[in-house]
């Protein structure tokens, strides 16, 4: 258990530290369908072997957090599990975002909030893409427009070299 939790946090690209008190089985459920959806995995885990298991990797200084009923969320999505963890945070009260970390750099609730408001990976992906094709189409009807008038232009002067 340790030796797989320890690879979790090996190569998760952001952890999310939560107290979840008070869920039912059933928004268990719903977050985890949440997390599920955005990319990202919600685990409860025990707070020693948790602890035994960050020794070693980047994510070490979380282990001040692991106290009472203590859930992760994770994944390689720079944003996908600080967006859900934070999303379903604002409505049901009883997940309670504590921090996190991001690679080496460690984040408190605030700093989680402001990474769960950035768009995700896909999200960015596609704003690349559109932006991208956008202009080809207005490149490739800027250049059939002149080309028409042209084409319009010879068109008339053949046709009135024709009549003269």
């Known amino acids: 258990m340790v030796a797989s939790l320890h ?9 999310v530290v939560t107290h979840y008190s008070g869920l039912t089985v059933a928004e ?18 025990k707070n020693r072997l948790t602890r035994r298991a960050l ?15 203590t859930a992760i969320a994770y994944s390689e999505d720079p944003v996908a599990a600080a ?24 984040l408190d609730v605030d700093a989680v909030k402001s990474l769960a408001s950035l768009p995700s990976l ?8 559109a932006m991208i094709s956008t202009p080809a189409r207005s490149i490739a ?8 008038q042209v084409a319009r232009v010879i068109g008339a002067r053949g046709a009135s070299e024709e009549t003269a």
């Open 141 to 148: 009807g800027v250049l059939q427009a002149p080309a028409g």
């Open 55 to 69: 020794e070693g990797t980047k994510y070490q200084p979380l282990n001040k957090m692991f106290t009472g009923p």
């Open 7 to 15: 690879q979790t946090f090996e190569d998760a690209t952001i952890v």
């Open 83 to 106: 967006k859900a963890a934070v999303n379903f945070s604002k409505t049901n009260d009883k997940l309670i975002v504590l921090g996190g970390a991001f690679g080496d750099e460690q």
């Open 122 to 129: 896909d999200e960015l992906r596609a704003k690349i893409v």
């Open 28 to 45: 268990m459920g719903e977050l985890r369908d949440q997390m599920r959806e955005a990319g990202a995995v919600f685990r409860v885990t």
